[in-house]
């Protein structure tokens, strides 16, 4: 069976234990048991070992984890870590100073994911519906099912983007029972961003005391003149919740940190369901690394350099990708996802899951120079190359 990705950017499994269990398959798809032969369960070192083996592009992770800075301060950051009341560098500070805010304007999490799960336990009382498109960050819908709540997902135009029409006929057409609505821009899986006019549109569309979530977790990445931030919303005291996340450009999914940028009033409401289990270590990372332009621009045009050479080679090869803003991109194999995932398993390479309904579109995210050029060689060796498609540039 395919493997089953369900860790996610913001679903973090903590312990060795817990994570070498669900990385229990080795490349040829086998079990711990039948892989390691001499024992009948492999020890700690044998589980890292399998476990680095494998290319991991499946979780849109920065493979170049943190930064030397952010290691330092780190490192410093230790001598706190037997504290409760601990200085963290004023991350909080920091990041409304990054976005020209207050910091009653930041909520801090651990990890976007608790942002996300935050806002449906505030705005999805009684159960409220989520208005959103499918497919794109399944969590926050996963999460309205879970708290007996619900959500209103719509199908996508025909060019994989987000129908902000229909968002705001749904919205309005069912308002009463609406408690926020869902933009994740840009969106995963398909990696395209909404403009900055759409973005206008589904505000100035909807119900002004709507509440509406734009998940901006791959900003960072996005080279479309046409898109923006939607931070200056929040300025503007819109009802606005913009989620932001330390995990993808700056290397932090195993340290878990996170924040949202919204109205004051909506940070005091939110707050009451927070959690805020953010470590010393973290949040100290987190600081220095916004203090690091120089680096964060140098991961930025190595991820988008690496984007293009690879989604270059599969249109050549003859298969159509989805222009992607992201670290991460989506090509059309023709094939269920969850069939060619076991193939590429079995090749010492973990791809994205399964995102119905586009069940032959596969994710990829960017790797290593290394991964990527494993990637190819094992789609080569899966699929054969046909003719061109005429893809439109990446």
Not at 273 to 286: H, N, P, R
């Amino acid at each position: 069976m395919y493997l089953k990705q369900s860790v996610s950017r913001r679903r973090f499994m903590g312990g060795a234990a817990t994570a070498l269990g669900y990385f229990g398959l080795k490349p040829g798809g086998n079990l711990w048991a039948e892989n390691l032969r001499a024992s009948s369960s492999p020890t700690i070192q044998e589980a890292l070992a399998e476990y680095d083996a494998f290319a991991k592009i499946s979780f849109n992770e920065n493979p170049d984890g943190p930064s030397p800075k952010m290691m330092d301060a780190m490192n410093m950051a230790f001598k706190y870590s037997m504290r409760y009341g601990y200085p963290d560098g004023n991350i909080q500070g920091k990041i409304a100073e990054h976005h020209g805010v207050s910091p009653d304007n930041i909520l801090m999490g651990a990890g976007s994911g608790e942002i996300l799960e935050v806002v449906g336990l505030t705005y999805l009382e009684a159960g409220k519906k989520v208005v959103g498109v499918e497919p794109s960050y399944a969590q926050v819908y996963e999460h309205a099912s879970g708290i007996k709540a619900d959500a209103i997902k719509l199908p996508l135009n025909e060019d994989y983007s987000q129908n902000i029409p229909a968002m705001i006929r749904a919205t309005n057409q069912n308002y009463r029972d609406v408690g926020f609505v869902y933009m994740c821009n840009p969106n995963n899986p398909t990696g395209l961003t909404e403009s900055a006019r759409e973005i206008r549109q589904l505000l100035d569309g909807i119900p002004e005391d709507m509440p509406v979530l734009i998940d901006e977790a791959y900003h960072h990445f996005v080279d479309h003149p046409d898109y923006a931030t939607s931070v200056p919303y929040v300025l503007e005291g819109r009802k606005v919740i913009i989620a932001r996340t330390f995990s993808k450009i700056y290397g932090m999914a195993g340290l878990r940190l996170g924040y949202a940028v919204a109205p004051a009033e909506m940070v005091r409401e939110m707050d009451a369901y927070a959690v805020s289990s953010i470590s010393a270590l973290a949040k100290w990372g987190g600081v220095a690394a916004l203090e690091d332009k120089e680096e964060e621009r140098r991961r930025r045009e190595n991820t988008l350099a690496l984007r293009r050479k690879t989604t270059a080679e599969l249109r050549a090869y003859g298969y159509d990708v989805i222009p992607s803003e992201t670290n991460f991109f989506m090509v059309h194999t023709g094939r269920p996802v969850e069939e060619v995932g076991a193939e590429f398993r079995r090749r010492g390479v973990l791809v994205g899951r399964p995102f119905p309904p586009m069940l032959e579109h596969l994710r990829v995210s960017v790797g290593t120079e290394e991964e990527m050029v494993r990637f190819m060689t094992a789609f080569r060796e899966i699929f054969p190359s046909i003719a061109a498609v005429g893809a439109s540039g990446d």
